[in-house]
């Protein structure tokens, strides 16, 4: 059983940064960042897979950065230039090989329990 816990996430001006950090138990070939604002649905922000580049939402395009020191086992997310609309829940997900590419953000097996990220205008 794969065990994911971020840490990282606090309250920032917008304009701001915060890196988030995933340490886990045993790495997967996909794994990858989600966020939940309150009142929506949870949504992919970025992963990355063993064999392929990273892969980022719209919105966080050239702002995010999803980075993996597997030395560590450890994975980050670098969020700079924040915006009101990054505030949420922020999770770790991973999971092997599966049903569709890591970029689809799709068939998440394993998910840590999140860290809260509040943004002021």
């Known amino acids: 059983q794969v065990q994911l816990a971020e840490s990282g996430g606090g309250s920032v001006q917008a304009g701001g940064s915060l890196r988030l950090a995933c340490e886990y138990t045993?790495?997967?070939?996909?794994m990858a960042w989600f966020r939940q604002a309150p009142g929506k649905e949870r949504e992919g922000v970025a992963s990355?897979?063993?064999?392929?580049?990273?892969t980022y939402a719209d919105s966080v395009k050239g702002r995010f950065t999803i980075s993996h020191d597997k030395r560590k086992n450890t994975l980050y997310l670098q969020m700079d230039n924040l915006k009101p609309e990054d505030a949420g829940m922020y999770y770790c997900?991973?999971?092997?090989?599966?049903?569709?590419?890591?970029?689809?953000?799709?068939?998440?097996?394993?998910w840590g329990r999140g860290t809260l990220v509040t943004i002021s205008s």
């Open positions: 990355t897979h063993i064999d392929g580049s990273p």
């Open positions: 997900a991973a999971r092997g090989s599966g049903p569709a590419p890591c970029r689809t953000f799709y068939g998440m097996e394993y």
């Open positions: 045993e790495g997967r070939n996909c």
